[in-house]
């Protein structure tokens, strides 16, 4: 039974005096060993042996990179505003035995060593920048920290604000004043939108009317050319059809009564060439010797002169008034056999 509990007590001090000696180191970890209370060695990953009773295991550093988030902490602007901030910084130990021996809590320096510093740096700072200025902020945090802590065996890879917080009464007039801005902004973008809109009318009207006119012109050119062409072929046709006087004093009288059409008329114009018709049909109807050689004659077209003042016809109150010219013009004749001249008339004669 003695044999049982001393073998069992031998079997225990070794599995003691076995886990001791044999350590295993995970990676990215380092172990500071000290012999009999004094720094011997740091341990780096993989299997060590160390000297049961002798040596010890001082700390279990991690030399992977951290993380640490600090709580908001007041800081006065240089225009004497209070602002609340939040740090983010990233470390990672280069030195484990730096890190032990150095300080006692690297974490505590490093976060008062942070506030400190960002209370130097945005003092010097309006809110204006510090709200628009947050790498150069980062930037001098980072240098500072890093040379700081490079004497505890820390390196300080990248600071960040993670929040910057005015006080409310600031944040509502900066609210107002963003807000003013998008309006501002909205409105003239609205104004612009408004002159491209009325460029872009009155563009388009310039161009309606232009094409309209275009239009309008080229159908009066068109209709133009096509009474030119209907009296030119009336003119033709009249040409070739060879009209005696008689037919054209006929056509002539047939005409009068449009001419008098319409109770708005108080004035019209009669050609001149009405007296020569009236003149042949008296001829004709009157049975003188010249009869018989009016139904023969034709009558060549000729061009009417520049200057031949018309015969104007007023009617008023009813009662139509032709004055005539003095001496009516007379177009030439083509005839077969000249007939005699017809006795002289007068201007009332010819009424």
Same mark, same amino acid.
């Given at each position: 039974?003695?044999?049982?509990?001393?073998?069992?007590?031998?079997?225990?001090?070794?599995?003691?005096?076995?886990?001791?000696?044999?350590?295993?180191?995970?990676?990215?970890?380092?172990?500071?060993?000290?012999?009999?209370?004094?720094?011997?060695?740091?341990?780096?990953?993989?299997?060590?042996?160390?000297?049961?009773?002798?040596?010890?295991?001082?700390?279990?550093?991690?030399?992977?990179?951290?993380?640490?988030?600090?709580?908001?902490?007041?800081?006065?602007?240089?225009?004497?505003?209070?602002?609340?901030?939040?740090?983010?910084?990233?470390?990672?130990?280069?030195?484990?035995?730096?890190?032990?021996?150095?300080?006692?809590?690297?974490?505590?320096?490093?976060?008062?060593?942070?506030?400190?510093?960002?209370?130097?740096?945005?003092?010097?700072?309006?809110?204006?920048?510090?709200?628009?200025?947050?790498?150069?902020?980062?930037?001098?945090?980072?240098?500072?920290?890093?040379?700081?802590?490079?004497?505890?065996?820390?390196?300080?890879?990248?600071?960040?604000?993670?929040?910057?917080?005015?006080?409310?009464?600031?944040?509502?007039?900066?609210?107002?004043?963003?807000?003013?801005?998008?309006?501002?902004?909205?409105?003239?973008?609205?104004?612009?939108?408004?002159?491209?809109?009325?460029?872009?009318?009155?563009?388009?009207? +310039?161009?309606? /009317?232009? !094409?309209? $006119?275009?239009?309008?012109? =080229?159908?009066?050119?068109?209709? &133009?050319? #096509?009474? %030119?062409?209907?009296?030119?072929?009336?003119?033709?046709?009249?040409?070739?059809? +060879?009209?005696? /006087?008689? !037919?054209? $004093?006929?056509?002539?009288? =047939?005409?009068?009564?449009?001419? &008098?059409? #319409?109770? %708005?008329?108080?004035?019209?114009?009669?050609?001149?060439?009405?007296?020569?018709?009236?003149?042949?049909?008296?001829?004709?109807?009157?049975?003188?010797?010249?009869?018989?050689?009016?139904?023969?004659?034709?009558?060549?077209?000729?061009?009417?002169?520049?200057?031949?003042?018309?015969?104007?016809?007023?009617?008023?109150?009813?009662?139509?008034?032709?004055?005539?010219?003095?001496?009516?013009?007379?177009?030439?004749?083509?005839?077969?056999?000249?007939?005699?001249?017809?006795?002289?008339?007068?201007?009332?004669?010819?009424?």
């Amino acid at each position: 039974m003695i044999e049982l509990v001393v073998l069992g007590l031998f079997l225990l001090f070794a599995l003691v005096v076995l886990f001791r000696t044999v350590r295993i180191v995970p990676q990215q970890t380092a172990l500071i060993i000290e012999r009999l209370g004094r720094y011997s060695r740091t341990l780096e990953g993989g299997i060590h042996f160390l000297i049961p009773f002798v040596d010890k295991v001082r700390a279990n550093v991690d030399l992977r990179e951290q993380v640490v988030s600090f709580p908001p902490q007041p800081v006065i602007t240089s225009d004497n505003l209070v602002v609340n901030i939040d740090t983010v910084i990233y470390y990672s130990v280069i030195d484990a035995k730096s890190a032990v021996y150095e300080i006692a809590n690297f974490i505590q320096g490093i976060e008062q060593l942070t506030v400190t510093t960002l209370r130097n740096v945005i003092g010097s700072l309006d809110l204006e920048e510090t709200l628009t200025s947050r790498d150069q902020i980062n930037g001098q945090l980072r240098g500072v920290l890093d040379q700081e802590t490079g004497r505890w065996g820390i390196r300080v890879n990248r600071v960040e604000l993670k929040a910057i917080d005015p006080p409310h009464s600031v944040q509502d007039s900066m609210e107002k004043q963003m807000r003013a801005e998008r309006d501002k902004r909205a409105a003239v973008l609205t104004a612009e939108g408004v002159k491209q809109s009325a460029i872009l009318t009155a563009q388009g009207e +310039k161009e309606a /009317q232009i !094409l309209r $006119a275009e239009g309008s012109a =080229q159908a009066r050119v068109l209709e &133009a050319q #096509g009474q %030119a062409q209907a009296i030119q072929q009336v003119f033709d046709a009249i040409h070739r059809g +060879k009209p005696t /006087q008689r !037919l054209l $004093a006929y056509q002539y009288l =047939q005409v009068l009564p449009q001419l &008098a059409r #319409g109770d %708005a008329n108080k004035m019209w114009i009669i050609p001149s060439e009405l007296t020569d018709a009236l003149r042949g049909v008296s001829s004709a109807l009157g049975g003188n010797s010249s009869g018989a050689a009016l139904e023969e004659e034709w009558v060549e077209p000729a061009p009417a002169p520049a200057a031949a003042p018309p015969i104007q016809r007023a009617k008023q109150f009813g009662e139509p008034e032709i004055v005539g010219d003095v001496h009516p013009p007379t177009h030439p004749v083509t005839q077969p056999v000249a007939p005699p001249p017809p006795p002289p008339r007068t201007p009332d004669s010819a009424q």
